[in-house]
């Protein structure tokens, strides 16, 4: 297989974003580093964090 690839101008003149998924990346042209970030929103109430309990004893 041969890839040959040709880098010229791009020249964006608008871009619309209707909606953004829970994954997302937009990218326009070339990056030399691309730095992921994450937030958590979910309120802190609706968490649980172990140890889990059965709710029906064993027996």
Do not use: H, W, Y
């Amino acid at each position: 297989m041969i890839l040959q690839v040709v880098n010229r101008d791009l020249q964006v003149g608008e871009i619309k974003v209707d909606g953004v998924a829970s994954s997302s990346l937009l990218l326009i042209g070339d990056a030399d580093t691309i730095q992921l970030a994450s937030t958590f929103d979910t309120p802190a109430e609706s968490l649980i964090i172990g140890p889990f309990v059965p709710l029906v004893p064993k027996g």
